[in-house]
Structures are given as structure tokens and as C-alpha cells.
């Protein structure tokens, strides 16, 4: 295999206000792998309509996810930030992605299953294809690494299984086989109700979620409702991962102070959950609270971030383009 220059891709779906479990999961690690490598991040609005969504929410959705993006750190002047559909490399890349992968491939993606559950005659075929979309994501600019959560690292495989279908059949060594970038204390977030469920948008109760605009009030409110039991905190990492809540907010204090889990709980070790519960509020209002200013700063100035949309499609476009056209050589069509 050829040496291909190492390039980051990441995407994230602009499907309601982004939480906890997407600064810590994802957001964080774009800002951290800046420094190492050329980094192209995505707001991929093809993916959120592979269910349905309503018009108005997701236009707004798409600038929030962009705004807070740059809120956390995302560097737009020295890296792409842009948005999915405006570059049509993607879908074009897609539909040929969709004759090299096999349904096969399809019906065993786990997500797949999970969301069309008992419905699967009822979905939409967006949903089923839409790893091979996330595969025309990734390899429309030859990515080498992916940041990911350990969510999607099955449908991180099948795109280094596209990769090499389509490098076989056409007997070319033209895209890279990605690797998955998991790391982090807390690339799993979960439900401050629920510590076996993930932090998610979805979930009926606000109270399991921690927003990126939430207030500081409603932040130390979701803490100190957060769900633990009577015991103390536990002094060993076995015995704490016998408490998927406590294990939770653990891991989320270690992930916001950028410190090692056993560090935290030799810390907290034989204490009472309120201690911890304060320390978390506390260091989240920290972290968080520039984060949710500089959010309100950039929404109130809409121009300048379809500005930065604009300049985002530009040169994400002089990166896929090219590698689409050499596609359409390979596979004849031009
Ligand atoms: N499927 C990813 C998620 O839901 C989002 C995504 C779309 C993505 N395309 C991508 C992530 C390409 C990484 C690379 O989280």
C-alpha cells in the first residue's frame, strides 16, 4: 500500500443542541488532534435526514453545531470546517460506494438493526446506506485517521472494507484503509439517569443530559439530580465498575480535568457522591461556561458564520474534487 498523507475526517450530525457526550466524545478530540494533523471537520446533514426532520429545526440545528464547534476550539481559519451537502463529492462518491458494498455488509451493522428495529420494511433506504454515505465521507479526501465514538467503529470498518473492495475490483491502490482515533477517559458519556443508557438527544428526560447551553443554574441542578445510591464511592476501579452511575461521573470528571480515572478516584475514593457531584458541577461550569457564552456571541451574528461556511465549502471542495475525478477515471466514466 502506498504512503498516504496522514489527513483527519470527523462528523458530526446537526440533529438538536449538542451535549456533554459530544464535547467529551468528539468535540474535544478535534480540538486536541489540530495540532498533529491536516483536519477536515463535517457537519453531515445528508446523514440526519436519513430519519425524518423538520426543515426549519435542521437549518438552525446546522449553524448551532457550527458554532459550537468554534466554541470549543475548532480551528476554522487553519482547518475545513464545512457543511455535508454543499460539497456534492460526497453523494456522488456515495452512489458508487453503493454499488461496491454488499447488502450483506449492510444487514450486519448493528446501528442498522437498532434503529429500523421491528420497522426494517419501513425505513427509509437512506438509513441503510448510510455507512456507505459516511465511507464517501471519509475516503473523498483520502482520510488516514478518524475520530470516533466507539459507537460507530462498525461503521468504521465497513468503510475500510469499501476501501479495499473498491481498490480490488478496480486493481488500484487509491484509498487508504482509515483507522479509528477512541480514546479519552469518556468517549462514552452516559445517562445521568440511566448509567448503562448513552447521553443522548433523544432521551425523554432533560434531566439525563448535560446541553452545551445549558445555564450554570441548570448544569449544578442536572448534577445534583443525577442518579447514584447511598453507598460511598467505591476505592477500587473493579468495584466501581460494578456502579455504572458513579463510574459515569467519574469518568466525566477525568475527561474535563484531562486527568487519568484512577487519579480521580484515589481522590474521592471512601467519599460521599455529593462531594463529587459538587467538584463535577463545578469544574463543568468552568469548562463550559465560555463555551456556552461564545456560542450566544457567534448565533447573533449569522452573516459571518455562513461566511465561514462558505470559505469551509471552498476548500473542502479543492481536496474532494480532484479525488473524485480520478475516481471517475478508475471506475471508467471518464
Ligand atoms: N455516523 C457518525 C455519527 O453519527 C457521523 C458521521 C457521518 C461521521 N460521517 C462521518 C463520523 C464520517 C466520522 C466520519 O456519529
Not at 187 to 207: C, F, I, N, Q, Y
Not at 257 to 276: D, P, W
Not at 311 to 333: H, M, Q, S
Request: aromatic share 8%; net charge neutral.
Amino acid at each position: 500500500m502506498r504512503k498516504f498523507q496522514q489527513r483527519v475526517f470527523s462528523g458530526v450530525q446537526p440533529t438538536g443542541t449538542l451535549h456533554l457526550g459530544n464535547y467529551l466524545g468528539a468535540i474535544k478530540n478535534f480540538v486536541d488532534l489540530q495540532n498533529k494533523f491536516e483536519c477536515v471537520y463535517c457537519v453531515v446533514d445528508q446523514h440526519a435526514i436519513t430519519v425524518d426532520q423538520d426543515p426549519h429545526k435542521l437549518r438552525s440545528s446546522i449553524i448551532e453545531v457550527l458554532a459550537s464547534f468554534i466554541a470549543c476550539g475548532v480551528d476554522y481559519k487553519n482547518q475545513i470546517i464545512f457543511q455535508q451537502s454543499s460539497v456534492p463529492a460526497h453523494s456522488q462518491l456515495a452512489w458508487i460506494f453503493n454499488c461496491v458494498s454488499r447488502i450483506g455488509w449492510l444487514n450486519r451493522m448493528t446501528q442498522f438493526k437498532d434503529k429500523a428495529g421491528k420497522n426494517k420494511e419501513n425505513v427509509s433506504v437512506g438509513l441503510m446506506v448510510y455507512p456507505n454515505l459516511m465511507a464517501a465521507d471519509i475516503l473523498a479526501y483520502q482520510a488516514t485517521h478518524v475520530p470516533v465514538g466507539d459507537d460507530q467503529k462498525q461503521h468504521l470498518e465497513l468503510s475500510r472494507d469499501i476501501a479495499q473492495k473498491f481498490n480490488n475490483d478496480f486493481g488500484v491502490d487509491f484509498f487508504p484503509q482509515p483507522e479509528p482515533l477512541i480514546y479519552g477517559e469518556a468517549t462514552r458519556v452516559m445517562s445521568l439517569r440511566d448509567g448503562t443508557k448513552k447521553m443522548s438527544k433523544s432521551d425523554a428526560s432533560e434531566l439525563s443530559r448535560v446541553l452545551l447551553t445549558d445555564s450554570n443554574d441548570a448544569i449544578a441542578t442536572k448534577l445534583k439530580k443525577a442518579k447514584s445510591d447511598s453507598d460511598l464511592i467505591p476505592d477500587s476501579v473493579e468495584l466501581l465498575k460494578e456502579k455504572a452511575e458513579c463510574l459515569n461521573l467519574i469518568n466525566i470528571l477525568s475527561a474535563t480535568m484531562n486527568q487519568s480515572q484512577e487519579k480521580t478516584l484515589q481522590e474521592f475514593a471512601g467519599r460521599e457522591y455529593s462531594i463529587l457531584k459538587n467538584k463535577l458541577a463545578e469544574s463543568l461550569i468552568e469548562v463550559l461556561g465560555p463555551i456556552r457564552e461564545e456560542i450566544e456571541n457567534l448565533l447573533n451574528n449569522k452573516d459571518e458564520l455562513n461566511k465561514i461556511l462558505a470559505i469551509g465549502t471552498e476548500k473542502a471542495e479543492e481536496i474532494a474534487n480532484p479525488i473524485l475525478r480520478e475516481v471517475y477515471k478508475i471506475v471508467g466514466f471518464r
